[in-house]
């Protein structure tokens, strides 16, 4: 396979950067030509004569070899920053270019929350075929952390993230605001009736997400701020493992309402108060890269499907 189709998501993409310096980027973000190789479906051997062509091109190295994979050399870490900056520039040339005729075109790297997997993936699906037909979709799943870094890398073009305040951030749009509740024990008395108040929360014993985590960060400052003590159970970092935990009796779990909604038969349930703590779902836009006619255009199918 030519690199030029390894890279490429058709042949009828139009590059206007050397396809060796997309492998440069590539092999710098993550460290290693065998984790280039992967990512790209190419054999490593490929990735290793291209880049060998580039520091020839070059007369110089552009990468060290360790024993965990490359690092980029002096040269390489110099001429890296302004070489990202020129791609990105073509980046978005080429897609005013191919724009210029009205359709979307291109990939998007989009990341998603496991709890918004169900109600997301089929929807968007069959909205990106029918709507955006030369726009290839690329799905990631992760936690909000997780999704962020990746963002903050530029590892994806657009994210789901979840945000446990009020303070806007340059490229985000809220999509929704749920409210948390406490889950537990079918039939237990503390949570009998509709709210529960943040102070009786926090003498339970919970299962919480382990460190770092948005929601652990949150619930200690606000712990702090009523001079209460937090009472951890157990450490567990999906919704889903949290679920099973409480089921099993292991504790109790605070949870975002549509998660609660989707197992309530299984647990009491109810509203955190006093005072009432508010999550935001946002969709975030890395500032890595450029945001394109095609990122706009799953921006606002998401946005829709959320509305």
Partial sequence: MAPTEALSPSAHVLSIVDPKWLLFIKVTELGSLTHAAAALDVPQSVISRQIGALEKECGTRLFRRT????????????????????????????DDIRASGGEPLGEVRLGILPSTV???????????????????????????????????????????????????????VTLRRTRLSVIGPPGDPLLSGPCVTFAEVARLPLVLPGEPHLLRSRLHSLAAQYQLDLKIAMEADSIRLQEEIVAAGGGYAIVAEPAVNSGSSRFSTALIVAPELLRRLVLSTTLLRPHTHATRAIAAVVQELFS
């Fill in 67 to 94: 024993g965990r994979g490359v690092v980029l050399s002096d040269f390489g870490a110099q001429i890296f920053p302004r070489v990202k900056a020129l791609v990105a520039q073509a980046d978005q040339l080429s």
């Fill in 118 to 172: 169900p109600l997301l993936s089929g929807p968007l699906l069959r909205s990106v075929t029918t709507r955006l037909p030369r726009v290839r979709l690329h799905l990631t799943e992760g936690s909000s952390v997780q999704l962020e870094d990746w963002l903050n890398q530029g590892r994806l073009d657009l994210s789901l993230l979840l945000r446990e305040d009020e303070a806007e951030r340059p490229g985000e």
